[in-house]
């Protein structure tokens, strides 16, 4: 029972030590600006710095607003099958000192995808990308109004990435 409750002590100093150390690091995440944890500009594709000038100049331009490109913004994933990270560059991830919906709207706001050197962008309210048999599949939640209804209603496309023709590919499924 004594070496139980030696084992037991241990555990309870080692997992108190923990959290003392965790503190720190937490202190400091709360402390330091948004912008810190922001992805850096300079490491984006040229198209993508290309959005993100233009959207930090059109905020500049509205009662000279401060630009910030959030934590999750640009995002990495194989869109097209080949084992290969491309780029997805996000305006949800855009703000605006000056003005909440600058980049969104009811619609959504534009997700823009980079697969090699071609890009492409929609208007989405989320997205994901799967796996269904061999192919990789760009699923987004978009506007009702692309499938004959309004805002709330629900609406998806499913998108596959033609390596030869250099597109996005989807249907209109019949009913």
């Not at 400091?28 to 040229?46: E, K, M, R, T």
């Not at 009811?106 to 990308?129: A, D, K, Y």
């Not at 109004?145 to 709330?152: E, L, Q, R, T, V």
């Not at 030869?164 to 499924?173: I, K």
Request: proline share 5%; aromatic share 10%.
């Amino acid at each position: 029972m004594r070496l139980f409750q030696k084992v037991s002590n241990s555990y309870s100093y080692l997992r108190n030590w923990r959290v003392l150390q965790a503190r720190p690091v937490l202190l400091i995440a709360l402390v330091l600006p948004v912008q810190a944890w922001s992805a850096d500009v300079s490491d984006l594709p040229a198209p993508l710095q290309k959005i993100v000038n233009e959207a930090a100049q059109t905020c500049a331009e509205f009662d000279n607003g401060e630009f910030a490109l959030d934590w999750g913004s640009v995002q990495r994933a194989d869109l097209d099958g080949d084992l290969q990270s491309d780029w997805i560059l996000n305006d949800s991830g855009f703000s605006c000192s000056n003005a909440a919906s600058l980049y969104c709207g009811t619609g959504g706001c534009m997700s823009h995808f980079l697969i090699g050197e071609n890009l492409n962008s929609l208007l989405n309210q989320g997205w994901e990308v799967v796996t269904f048999g061999p192919h990789r599949v760009l699923l987004a939640d978009v506007h009702g109004s692309d499938c004959g209804g309004i805002n709330p209603t629900p609406c998806t496309v499913a998108s596959i990435w033609d390596p030869e023709e250099r597109v996005w590919r989807s249907t209109t499924a019949n009913w």
